[in-house]
């Protein structure tokens, strides 16, 4: 929802990965953001309204941006979507950090700003592809912001440790860094960030992409 700048660039690049998009947006004309290039879907209405999302496809998205200009506009969105059509996987733009806050708490992710915001979303719409937080100077050993699958919240740190066979030393949780101990437990809205080899990656990713193993 929105086709602002961030909108804009965060459905070019979902699509040049490989993905089917339906943007939003109450404006038509600024669908024009998306250039020529663009085979996505694009829908006049209001965000929030459920006949909308249902026009653009809401109930079989794997995951849903919220992204306009407006604070109110962008939760009411993304709460709509989690709780009326059963999207985990939200995330809304948020230009107000007190507000920011309490929506974390809410177990809604938030972002701000444009090029950190469009490649930040990015991360956490996609079980894959993340980006590296830090890299070591050969290139092998990297940090890397993965996306987590609701059905680890409520598990120990230890268990998705040992689950992906590689650390995670520290968390992001309502905009605050914490390093968990074994115990902690993995809450709705957590960031979790771990630390792998190269050739890991994808395997990793993959692991923490799908519910926990049943024992």
């Not at 070019?12 to 290039?37: N, Q």
């Amino acid at each position: 929802m929105g086709c602002g700048r961030v909108g804009s660039r965060l459905a070019r690049s979902l699509e040049k990965r490989g993905h089917s998009v339906a943007v939003i947006d109450i404006d038509t004309d600024a669908f024009r953001r998306l250039g020529p290039d663009f085979h996505g879907q694009t829908v006049k209405g209001v965000g929030f309204d459920r006949g909308v999302l249902s026009r653009a496809g809401i109930e079989s998205a794997d995951g849903f941006a919220a992204v306009s200009s407006g604070d109110n506009s962008n939760i009411l969105a993304a709460r709509v979507v989690r709780e009326s059509f059963g999207v985990d996987n939200v995330v809304a733009r948020i230009y107000d950090p007190g507000r920011a806050q309490v929506y974390e708490r809410l177990g809604i992710p938030t972002v701000a700003t444009v090029r950190w915001a469009a490649d930040k979303v990015l991360r956490r719409l996609l079980p894959e592809g993340s980006e590296p937080v830090w890299r070591d100077p050969s290139g092998n050993a990297r940090l890397i912001e993965v996306w987590v699958h609701q059905g680890w919240v409520g598990q120990p740190i230890r268990r998705l440790q040992e689950a992906a066979r590689t650390p995670i030393p520290f968390l992001l949780r309502v905009g605050t860094g914490i390093v968990p101990s074994p115990e902690t437990l993995f809450q709705d809205g957590d960031l979790a960030y771990a630390a792998v080899e190269l050739d890991r990656i994808s395997e990793v990713e993959a692991i923490f992409a799908a519910p926990p193993a049943r024992h």
